[in-house]
C-alpha cells in the first residue's frame, strides 16, 4: 500500500500521470535505489541477509564490490578498494587520526567540503589546518604549499552543486597526498585515479545504496601513510584505526558488522554500471540528464541555474534557483504530493532553490518528464 503525503495548506494541483516520472525519486542522499537492486536483495536474501559477515557469501559480495568499483574506476595498479563502517562523516575522523600527518589544505566551497576542515582543527594532535573558503556556487583550486601534507578536494559539493577537476595541485611537497571527498561524484563523474591518493565516498548518493558504508580507492603512498601512521606512538581509537580496515578489506571483510543490505544494492549498482560501459557509460546519463536540467532553468523566466559559471555546474546535482514568485517550500510540497519527491534544496544554503539529483540510476527520460511537471505546477501556482 502506498501513500501520498500531502502538508495541509498545499495547493491541490494534480499532475497528471501521463506526464509524471516513472519514478518520483530526486534526492541527493539517499537516493533512489533501483527497483533492480531490490530485486537482486529479495533474490539473494535467504542465503545473504541474516548471516555471518565472516563466511563466504557475504565476503564474495564484499569482494565482488571492491573488484566492481576498481573497475569502474580504472584504478592504477597497486590502488586497492578499502572500506569500513561509518560513512563519510566517520571516514573524516579516520583520516584525522590515520591520514593526515601534521597540517592539510582544504577547499571550502559548501557545507560538506567545509565540515572535515572543521573536524580537523579541533584534532590537538595535528597543525591548524590551511582552509581555503570561496563564496558557496563558486570552487577554488587546491595551492600548493609548503608544509601541507594532505589536500582535501570535494569532487562534489553536494550542497552547492558545484563539482571539481581532480589534479594533483603544483608545487607540493614530495609525498604529499590527495584526499577527496567524492561521495557525490564518485561513480557519476569522470577523474583519473592517478591523481588522487584516497577517494572516498559512501554508497547512498551515486551508488544508489543505503547509508552506513565508507569506501576508498587508496593509492599505495596512502597505503604507506596509513601504516606508518598507526605504527607511530599517536594514540588511535580502534574503531577509527585506518589500518585495520586495510588489513580487514584485504580479507573481503569489516572490522565490525556491516549493513548487509547496503552491500548488496552497491554491487548490483556497480555491476551495472561495468556490464553497460563502465564510468562512460554512467557519467553519460548523468551528463544527458545535466543538459536537460540546467537547459530547461535557462530557458524559464522563472528559474535559473544558481551556479552561473557553467563549467563549475555538477552533472550529478543540480541546484535551481525559482522566482521569489515561485515559493520553492510549496513547489516541493506539491511535487511530494505527487509522488515527485526530495527537490527541496539544502536548508542552510537559505535560496529558493531546488536541488535535483542527477545520479545515474535516475533514468534522464524521468528528469525530463521533471521538467515538465514544474512548467504544469508553475502554470498553475
Ligand atoms: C552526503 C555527503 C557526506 C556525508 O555522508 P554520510 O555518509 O552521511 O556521512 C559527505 N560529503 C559529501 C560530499 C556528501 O554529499
Known amino acids: 500500500m502506498r501513500h501520498s503525503y500531502r502538508v495541509t ?16 525519486r530526486f534526492g541527493a542522499g539517499p537516493s533512489k535505489v533501483r527497483p ?17 559477515h565472516r563466511q563466504a557469501p557475504v565476503r564474495f559480495m564484499v569482494s565482488r564490490l571492491r573488484n566492481g568499483l576498481a573497475e569502474m574506476f580504472a584504478l592504477p595498479d597497486g590502488y586497492e578498494i578499502v572500506l569500513g563502517n561509518g560513512g563519510t562523516t566517520i571516514f573524516w575522523d ?37 582552509i581555503i573558503a570561496v563564496e ?14 594532505t589536500y582535501a578536494l570535494t569532487h562534489n559539493e553536494t550542497t552547492t552543486g558545484v563539482s571539481m ?15 577527496v571527498d567524492a561521495t557525490s561524484g564518485a561513480g557519476g563523474l569522470r577523474f583519473d585515479a592517478s591523481e588522487t ?65 547496503t552491500i548488496i544494492l552497491a554491487v548490483e549498482l556497480v555491476e551495472w ?39 563549475h555546474r555538477s552533472s550529478t546535482v543540480a541546484t535551481i534557483d525559482l522566482d521569489d514568485a515561485l515559493d520553492a517550500d510549496t513547489v516541493n510540497a506539491v511535487l511530494r504530493a505527487n509522488d515527485i519527491v526530495d527537490t527541496n534544496g539544502y536548508r542552510k544554503l537559505g535560496r529558493n532553490q531546488l536541488r535535483i539529483a542527477m545520479f545515474p540510476a535516475v533514468d534522464p527520460a524521468d528528469i525530463e518528464a521533471l521538467t515538465q511537471c514544474l512548467d504544469y505546477v508553475a502554470e498553475r501556482m
Open 36 to 52: 533492480e537492486g531490490i530485486a537482486a536483495l529479495v533474490a539473494e536474501a535467504p542465503l545473504y541477509m541474516g548471516t555471518s
Open 165 to 179: 577537476p581532480l589534479v594533483r595541485p603544483e608545487g607540493a611537497d614530495d609525498g604529499a597526498l590527495v584526499l
Open 197 to 261: 591518493d584516497c577517494y572516498y565516498f559512501a554508497p547512498q548518493k551515486v551508488l544508489g545504496s543505503d547509508g552506513g558504508l565508507w569506501l576508498a580507492a587508496m593509492s599505495p603512498a596512502a597505503v604507506e601513510r596509513i601504516e606508518r601512521i598507526a605504527a607511530s606512538d599517536r594514540w588511535i581509537p580502534p574503531s577509527l584505526n585506518l589500518k585495520t580496515a586495510v588489513d580487514n578489506s584485504r580479507k573481503d571483510q569489516t572490522n565490525n558488522t556491516p549493513a548487509l543490505a
Open 136 to 149: 558557496p556556487g563558486t570552487r577554488t583550486e587546491a595551492v600548493g604549499t609548503a608544509g601541507i601534507d
Open 273 to 311: 554500471i561495468n556490464n553497460n560501459g563502465g564510468m562512460e557509460f554512467a557519467a553519460n546519463r548523468c551528463d544527458t540528464s545535466a543538459a536537460t536540467m540546467y537547459g530547461w532553468a535557462e530557458s524559464r523566466d522563472f528559474a535559473s541555474p544558481f551556479v552561473e559559471n557553467p563549467e
Open 94 to 130: 579516520a583520516a584525522s587520526f590515520g591520514l593526515i600527518e601534521n597540517k592539510s589544505q582544504h577547499l571550502d566551497f559548501g557545507e560538506f567540503s567545509g565540515k572535515f576542515g572543521s573536524a580537523v582543527a579541533g584534532a590537538p594532535h595535528l597543525a591548524d589546518p590551511q
Open 9 to 24: 495548506n498545499t495547493p491541490d494541483i494534480q499532475i497528471p500521470l501521463e506526464i509524471r516520472p516513472k519514478d518520483g
